[in-house]
């Protein structure tokens, strides 16, 4: 069988943006969690999948509240991702959010979000695979965050494409 040490090395050479993905249990408690495993599955009707570990500390609150939403990460986040990286904590103590229209927290100066709310689940391996139904998007735009080879870069001073 392969190795998933050498599938972590390999796919390490794929860059990728960073997000930090929220939620919130039935008691509007909040959490989130930092994560890459996040792509565009459809743009009719729009869709956006989201892996979550199920070891992490919010796995189970995404099928509480049956919504997410995806916080794209600008490049100086990247103290913001590693907080939410991290098991344990008060994640959002001392975080600026606000709540979107489905109740779930938007993190403050992120290049964007996008709110969803999950029509289906699947099993994949040691993840959880969510695809959710986009409600709403808003785009602030900026400089992103990007994770290649086990490390946050960013695109330097490059200009953003134009709209």
Do not use: W
């Not at 890459?36 to 892996?51: G, H, I, K, R, Y």
């Not at 995806?70 to 344990?88: H, M, Y």
């Not at 709403?136 to 709209?163: S, T």
């Amino acid at each position: 069988m392969f190795d998933g040490k050498e599938l972590r090395r390999v796919m390490g050479l794929f860059a990728t943006g960073v997000t930090i993905v929220t939620t919130r249990d039935g008691q509007g408690n909040v959490y989130g969690l930092t994560a890459n495993a996040v792509t565009s599955l459809s743009l009719a009707p729009p869709l956006l999948l989201v892996c979550v570990d199920k070891k992490a500390e919010t796995y189970a609150h995404f099928f509480d509240s049956k919504c997410f939403i995806v916080n794209i990460l600008a490049a100086d986040q990247e103290a913001l991702s590693t907080r939410f990286a991290k098991s344990g904590g008060e994640k959002f103590a001392g975080v600026a959010y606000h709540l979107g229209r489905l109740g779930t927290p938007i993190l403050d100066g992120t290049l964007g979000h996008v709110e969803c709310r999950i029509i289906e689940t699947h099993e994949g391996g040691d993840h959880v695979i969510h695809i959710g139904a986009v409600e709403h998007a808003v785009v602030r735009g900026g400089h992103p965050l990007i994770f290649f080879q086990g490390q946050y870069r960013n695109l330097g001073e490059q200009e953003p494409a134009p709209d």
